[in-house]
Structure formats: C-alpha cells, structure tokens
C-alpha cells in the first residue's frame, strides 16, 4: 500500500519531469539541498541529476510528510520567480492532475486529507487570477468612459473605435454609438488590464490623456492597478511584487519611499519574495541592487 511519503515522493517527481528543462536550466538543484539541509526528516531523498526522485530511505512520519510537501510548495515559488504566478500554478496544477488521474480517490484519501493545499493548488490559481467582481466592473466602467472620451473629446473615428473593440477578446459586444460595451463572461482583472494597456497603445492615445481622465476617479485606478498597467510603473504610488495574490492583498504592492524589513524564521522563502520583488521593478524600468 502506498504511503504518504511514497506518494508525495510520486507527486514531486512528475512535478520535476514535466518542468524538468525549465528547473535545469533556473538550477533547482541548490533550492533542493537547501531544503533538504532545512527539513533532517528529507535528508536522504535522493534526486538525480535528470531530476528522478527515489524516497526509499525516508520513513514515513508527519516530519518527512512535511519535508516533502514544503518541498512542493517551494519548487512551485520558485517557478513563480520566472514564469509568474498563473504560470507556476498552471505547471504544477498539470502535475497534480496527472497523479490524480493515475490513483483512485480511496488511495489519495490520507495524503489529500493531510495536505489539501497542495490540491487545491489549481482551482486556487483560477480564482485568484479572476479577483474581484467589483475590481472588474470597475476597470470596465473606466474603460467605457476613455473610449467614449476618446471619441468624444480627443476626435478619434468611431469606425477606428469600433474596429478595435470588435477585435478584443475581452468584449463580447459594442453598440454602434460606443455607448454600451458587452465584456466577456470570463474576464479577469489581469485580462481587464491587458485590454484597457493594449488598447491605448495601438490606438495611440496619449498618456496626458488618459490621466486626466484617470484622475476624475480619484485614487481608484492606482489603487486596482490601472495606472501601474498603462505607466510601467512610473506613475503608481505603490510597487508591485509581481505575485497577484500579495499584490490584491496589498493594494498594487508596496508603498514607495518607505523601507520595509522582512523577516521570519529559516525555510520560509524569504529570499524568494525579495528576488520576486526586485525581478518585478527591473522590469518595470527600475534599478535594484
């Protein structure tokens, strides 16, 4: 009968095959000896070069079990450092979803029980990547509003308008006066962004523009995240980590001009929260050092 270990072992191995060039290539291998070396209890999980996971000289217990779930965890924030965090979430929802399909649900009973995070890892992804119905409707209120001004006050042809919109996968449908915009049933805030930054550039509408419109709404569009989208960052009050669960827990990011101490105790991630945040600001046209 399989073991927790045995199946969390499983479990990290798919993981690792099915990502295995991506983790060769960001070295995984120092995220796992600091791991091990962190957690005594995984100390003799054995992993190869090619990533293959062999955990027979771990004894089953609550530590190991532990050791081996962090583990997950960790490769999952690391993945997130580089690829994001729909990204990281995806790969390792895959992953998850393939050894589910290979067990029957009587045999995943114990460990799902044990470590339902780990399992919710997918659905968890989904709804965060969604964020909240208010934020959305918000984002597409402001929208509406520069695309009508555009058209109203900046002299921009409806047919160039309607063009545009019409080919946005975010809008299921526009009314001829511009007056009424259908958003997709599926919107998200990240989608939401991505259309309102995508459809000032290509329609080519200046930055002036749109913050004075911006900037009759208050502090809102900083706040959800839209003048951090269209300025790269230049404009917003706060900076990002680039994590979107911590970046809607902490409005955009943290405050700028402040200094911030993070601590806590060894294993945590730590370091990967900061070269997260640091990763985040370069590419928005910051320095780090």
């Known amino acids: 009968m399989a073991t927790n270990v045995s199946l969390l072992a499983e479990l990290l191995e798919i993981i690792f095959q099915e990502n295995r060039e991506l983790l060769l290539e960001l070295n995984i291998s120092n995220v796992i000896f600091a791991n091990k070396r962190e957690k005594p209890a995984i100390a003799e999980l054995d992993v190869s070069p090619e990533l293959h996971v062999n955990a027979e000289r771990i004894i089953d217990g609550p530590a190991s079990q532990f050791g081996l779930a962090s583990l997950i965890f960790t ?19 895959e992953a998850i979803s393939r050894f589910s399909q290979a067990h029957d649900s009587r045999e995943l009973a114990s460990v799902k029980e044990a470590f339902p995070d780990i399992f919710s890892i997918g659905t968890m992804a989904q709804e965060a990547d969604k964020g909240t119905p208010e934020d959305i409707g918000t984002i597409c ?24 919109l019409r080919q946005c996968d975010a809008v299921k449908s526009v009314s001829d006066d511009l007056i009424n915009i259908d958003f997709a049933d599926n919107i998200t805030v990240d989608s939401a962004l991505n259309m309102f930054s995508d459809a000032i550039q290509k329609l080519g509408l200046s930055q002036s523009f749109v913050n004075q419109i911006l900037e009759t709404y208050g502090p ?40 911030v101490l993070l601590e806590g105790p060894a294993g945590v991630e730590k370091e990967i929260l900061a070269s997260l945040y640091l990763m985040e600001g370069l590419q928005r046209g910051g320095c780090a050092i």
Request: proline letters at 2%; glycine letters at 10%.
């Open 75 to 93: 490769v999952r924030d690391y993945l997130e450092v580089f690829e994001g965090t729909a990204e990281s979430n995806r790969r390792v929802a």
């Open 141 to 164: 209120a402001i929208f509406t509003t520069v695309m009508a001004k555009a058209h109203q006050d900046a002299g921009m042809g409806a047919a160039v308008l309607l063009a545009h």
């Open 220 to 259: 809102i569009p900083d706040e959800i995240g839209i003048t951090a989208r269209l300025s790269g960052g230049a404009d917003s009050s706060s900076t990002a980590f680039g994590c979107a669960p911590i970046d809607r827990l902490l409005r955009d990011g943290l405050k700028k001009d402040v200094t």
